[in-house]
């Protein structure tokens, strides 16, 4: 089945800067790669996505780019602020499974 | 559109009972997703229901089970609660799975046990 890692598992990023989150896939028929953010006490809330016919996406301040050879995909955030800290979550979902294999979570801190 | 809800927020159990979670998925979503969160495992997926049918499952005993009603809304059971089934259950919906796989997640139950 799928695994997905992701890297890293927190990050601290003074506001203002840049966060880069990573993850890899094993699965090469996934072909749907979305982000979510988790705040405290919510749940996972989806902030962008990208198939796999997509090489990059952006909205704003973020952006997603996807290599399908390497199998990897990353999570671009850029003028972080305060209200950017979270968990963020990658997934990848196999169509065949009908399902979404998420990374392990990384802790985004955004200091003033 | 009103977002996916799930009630209750939280519960608390002991061991050896039985618990029921509800999800109302977005309107006109047909698809149900149960995911387990915790801090050691992560977000596990549990299942999936489609029109009613269970369309894929997670690596789960079949303590944990789950329906889907003709108005799309899900239920998950869990029965003879151990401790490691404290967790954030979270339901997601989707319109159809396939294509249009944009998973939308509720606020989660917080299931304790005791």
């Known amino acids: 089945g799928e695994n997905v890692e992701q890297h890293p598992s927190t990050l601290s990023v003074q506001e203002g800067d840049s966060a880069v989150i990573k993850c890899t896939y094993s699965?090469?028929?996934?072909?749907?790669f979305p982000w979510y953010k988790q705040e405290l006490g919510k749940g996972p809330q989806l902030i962008i996505d990208?198939?796999?016919?997509?090489g990059e996406k952006k909205d704003q301040r973020i952006a997603v780019t996807l290599n399908k050879t390497a199998k990897h995909f990353s999570l671009h955030i850029t003028e972080t602020q305060p209200e950017d800290s979270a968990v963020y979550f990658c997934a990848a979902y196999t169509g065949t499974a009908s399902k979404l294999t998420f990374g392990t979570g990384t802790r985004l801190q955004v200091t003033l | 559109k009103a977002g996916v809800t799930q009630t209750p927020r939280y519960l608390i159990k002991t061991r050896g009972q039985q618990v029921t979670l509800s999800c109302s998925p977005i309107?006109?979503?047909?698809?149900v997703s149960w995911y387990q969160q915790t801090p050691g495992q992560g977000l596990q997926f549990l299942f999936e229901?489609?029109?009613?049918?269970?369309?894929n499952k997670g690596n789960f005993p079949g303590r944990f089970s789950g329906r889907q009603f003709s108005n799309s809304r899900s239920e998950m059971n869990v029965s003879t609660l151990e401790l490691g089934d404290s967790a954030l259950y979270l339901c997601?919906?989707?319109?159809?799975?396939?294509?249009?796989?944009?998973?939308?997640f509720g606020p989660g139950t917080r299931l304790t046990v005791l």
């Open positions: 997601a919906s989707s319109q159809s799975g396939g294509h249009h796989n944009e998973q939308f």
């Open positions: 229901y489609f029109s009613e049918t269970q369309r």
């Open positions: 990208i198939r796999s016919n997509v």
């Open positions: 309107s006109g979503h047909r698809s």
């Open positions: 699965d090469s028929a996934s072909n749907y």
